[in-house]
């Protein structure tokens, strides 16, 4: 029986019953904000299964029937793959339903951060002050995103790495485990830092980067212009937003 607690808060589903939506569900119970109703999986045959206490309610096609049927609108998509992530959130979104994030109660992120919405921010993470964090990023276990740094939309920053201040990290960007990029650098969209990597130069867009200091190793793409793409859904209106970028430029003009 669901106590008064429990009863008031709002339902969620969580897109992806694999190890990362396992992280998901631990972390909505740890910030009792959504209570979290069931999973939701693509694979058709973990329907029924019960995973950590709550049951694999249906494939994304059922959405709209358990919405009907259990009255939820909230879900959050748990999936590691950024792809992955970005359209079936854009995907849910488009049927209705409202994309929530899930920060951990040990997490640090400073008042004035401006976070989009289908993030997951794990145990232990730092976010700093000014920091802008897009859609449907992944800020891993004890990850450190430090001042006025920028991570695009459907970025995973993986556990124990480290951006210094200033760094803008593009869409779909992978930050490998305890890799390590120095300050005012860019990482390219779709760009790969490998694990334990130190990152000294900006990393172009679609391409493997590894070891100390990190070198490439793969290139899909030579660096184009990208001067005018960075962060697309920053354009997107975000109370606070407009003042944070601006401020986060006056200070890059003032140096
Ligand atoms: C970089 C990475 C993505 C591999 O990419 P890949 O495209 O499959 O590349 P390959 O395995 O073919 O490796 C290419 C070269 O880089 C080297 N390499 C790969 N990963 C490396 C790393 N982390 N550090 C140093 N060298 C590395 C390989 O030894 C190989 O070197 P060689 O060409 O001299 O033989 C992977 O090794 C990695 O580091 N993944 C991060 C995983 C992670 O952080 N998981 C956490 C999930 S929460």
């Known amino acids: 029986m669901q106590n008064d607690k429990t009863r008031s808060k709002q339902t969620c589903v969580i897109l992806g019953c694999g190890g990362h939506g396992r992280v998901v569900l631990d972390i909505l119970r740890g910030a009792a904000i959504y209570e979290a109703?069931?999973?939701?999986?693509?694979?058709?045959?973990?329907?029924?299964?019960?995973?950590?206490?709550?049951e694999v309610l249906g494939?994304?096609?059922?959405?709209?029937?358990?919405?009907?049927?259990?009255?939820?609108?909230?879900?959050?998509?748990?999936?590691?793959?950024?792809?992955v992530r970005r359209a079936l959130s854009d995907e849910i979104e488009s049927i209705g339903f409202e994309l929530i994030n899930a920060i951990h109660p040990s997490a640090n992120v400073a008042r004035n951060v401006t976070l989009g919405r289908n993030i997951v921010i794990s145990a232990g993470a730092l976010v700093c002050a000014h920091c802008q964090i897009g859609d449907s990023v992944i800020l891993n276990t004890g990850c450190i995103?430090?001042?006025?740094?920028?991570?695009?939309?459907?970025?995973?920053?993986?556990?124990?790495?480290?951006?210094?201040?200033?760094?803008?990290?593009?869409?779909?960007?992978?930050?490998?485990?305890?890799?390590?990029?120095?300050?005012?650098?860019?990482?390219?969209?779709?760009?790969v830092v490998g694990a334990g990597?130190?990152?000294?130069?900006?990393?172009?867009?679609?391409?493997?980067?590894?070891?100390?200091?990190?070198?490439?190793?793969?290139?899909?793409?030579?660096?184009?212009?990208?001067?005018?793409?960075?962060?697309?859904?920053?354009?997107?209106?975000?109370?606070?937003?407009?003042?944070?970028?601006?401020?986060?430029?006056?200070?890059?003009?003032?140096?």
């Open 37 to 54: 109703v069931g999973f939701v999986d693509s694979n058709p045959e973990m329907i029924g299964r019960r995973i950590d206490g709550i």
């Open 59 to 83: 494939t994304p096609n059922d959405l709209p029937a358990l919405r009907d049927r259990l009255g939820v609108g909230h879900a959050i998509v748990a999936i590691g793959d950024n792809g």
């Open 145 to 191: 995103v430090d001042h006025e740094t920028l991570v695009g939309t459907a970025t995973h920053i993986c556990p124990g790495s480290r951006l210094a201040g200033r760094v803008a990290v593009e869409s779909g960007a992978f930050i490998g485990i305890g890799a390590t990029i120095i300050q005012s650098l860019r990482i390219g969209y779709e760009a």
């Open 197 to 255: 990597a130190v990152v000294i130069d900006d990393v172009a867009p679609m391409s493997t980067v590894v070891g100390v200091p990190a070198r490439e190793v793969k290139s899909i793409q030579k660096t184009a212009e990208l001067n005018g793409w960075l962060v697309p859904e920053m354009s997107r209106p975000i109370s606070g937003r407009a003042e944070v970028m601006e401020s986060i430029i006056a200070a890059s003009d003032s140096q």
